[in-house]
């Protein structure tokens, strides 16, 4: 787990998940300390405690008022039944498709500790009004997108991300330091493996939804699965027009995974 200021109150925690067959992904998780402190996504299961460690340096979990999840996906909710309990004056924002799925498992999100939002919600959280959108990308249907118009941070849930050939590169604190050669194909591939049904949009239509998500021109774009963006927008959607007529990502089946296991064993 690595915690890289962003700016002067907001926080990206990391954790660099190997993923057989795909590569090295960041998962990551914000800290807002503004005036309502506020957290988007929990982090991964695994990695609570050092998640718990690096939150505690710059905040008492008893003073976070929100915590924004993007979606219920497994990497975006590690801590949170723990962060409800630390937590106790947290808000969990959230869309009612999320809400729903947590509900049917083992960690439902309690009714009267959530707020539900919709794309063009907004939510006041003192110094700001957070803005919920739908991202252009997504694997789950209850997925938001917060933009934070204080910052001009836009924070993009599973949109954008990227897995990577070293645990370095996953780690890197600008994402413009890889170089195009390195980040075009693993954005393709991220979108492949995270969005499979865009290989069934027509590329204009994918084009004009990716636009529509960056219409603010966010001075930065913080996903949950690849290093901070800070400008540069065109060179992300230039690469990801191209997505719908990339090639689609085959998954591994068990021979392959096989093969790919003995290739990396120790000789
Ligand atoms: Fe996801
Ligand atoms: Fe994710």
Redesign the pocket.
Known sequence: MRALPITAETTMFTSVVPIPTIGNLA?NSYLIRGEQPTLVDTGITPEVPEFDVELRDLIEPSDIRWIVV??A?R??VGALVRLLTEAPKATVVTSFVTFGIMSIGSEPIPPERAFLVREGSTLDIGDRTLRAMRPPMF?NPGTLAFFDPKQNILFS??CF?APFTTAEAALAEDVATIPDDELAPAQLLWGSV?SPWAHFVEESRFADNLNRFLQDRPDKVLG??LPPIHGDLDRHVKTLTKLPSSTPYVTADQAALEAFMAAMAPQ
């Open positions: 998962v993007t979606h996906d990497d975006h694997d849930a599973d991300g995270d949950s699965h």
